[in-house]
């Protein structure tokens, strides 16, 4: 038994929709084999080439990690560099390559440890995306209609909730009158031309707005594209970094501590604030969260939940009066990976097998 390739990357976007991917981030199909069928899933967070030795020795045919290994743009592959060799050698054995990174994050990393911890009224710690919508109407001759459709539908344009490719289309007449220097799709230069057009409507997010528009023109026939662009007052989906939420029963910093240890399986904790101090309002960022210190503050919180934090970090945090546990950048993220390998084996019942790469925190206390 098998999935394809696609299927597989299909069903992780519709739980994290690449479109919730930070900008700077690179995230998706990174290397697709020649194999279109998968038998072997691996998931990992990091592809280290430790990891990368495990999915060949196992013999999987997808790698699906959280942290990308292709991030910048590689200029060379060659044996020289990690990312090379990994490369080449998830090549050499048709083995898939996934990262779902930022996306993941706003989607599922700090929910599943929210839920973990029993958080109440859990939302966003900052919402990132879709500061707000526009429509979109957009002319189209006849018989072009798919063709931009898809177009507009694969840069970002059409999705409502768990529903992508939305939109109205609707039949009429266009005209225009191409002038002394037009070189028109259909018509003749200084006579007036009718034309069955479709008004094809969707929604686009303004953060895709820019990558919407350059396909919708790639797409379309005519060298002068009519289309309308509407701010519009829809609530914007409300997804971002980071989730914040309440406690239902307020404890001691040294009591979440205890609760924290456990669920992230850590031996000690390393901390800043009283031990004594209440604990209610939880602010959780898996993975490097020194940047929301002040957010987690200005939103309330008596604590953020995080890693990768500096002594620096920590003066902040004792000047804020925010109490600050680092949860280890790994810890804090390797969490998400029985959920999302939940997920996968709920989706693909009985004809994948998922596995779980031998990892562990590159930092260790001695
Ligand atoms: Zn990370």
Known sequence: MSVFCQQIVAALEELAPLRYAEEW???????ESDRQMVEKIMLALTPSEKVIAQAVEKKVDFLLTH????????????????????????????ISYYAAHTN??????NQTLAEAISLQSVKPLSFSHADCYYKLAVYVPVGYEEKVREAICTS????????????????????FLPLAEAKPFLGEVNRLERAQEYRLE???PSENLTDVLTQMHAAHPYEEVAYDLYPLKNQPERA???????????LTLTEFMQQVKKILQLDSIRYCGERQKIIQRVAILGGSGASYINLAHEQGADVLLTGDLSYHDGQLAEELGL???DGTHFATEHFVLPVLGDYLTQ?????VTIIFADEKDFWHAE
């Open 323 to 325: 109490a600050v546990i």
């Open 347 to 351: 989706r693909f019942q009985h004809k």
């Open 104 to 109: 993941l994050d706003t989607v599922l990393v």
């Open 202 to 204: 969707t929604i686009v």
């Open 67 to 94: 942290h990308p290994l292709i991030f910048k743009p590689l200029k060379t592959i060659n044996s020289r560099t990690a990312a090379g060799r990994s490369a080449r050698q998830l090549l050499t054995h048709q």
């Open 25 to 31: 981030d690179n995230v998706g199909l990174q290397i």
């Open 156 to 175: 970002g344009a059409g999705f409502i909730g768990k529903y992508s490719h939305c939109t109205f289309q609707s039949a009429g007449t266009g005209t």
């Open 240 to 250: 971002g970094i980071g989730v914040i939420g309440d406690l239902s029963e307020k």
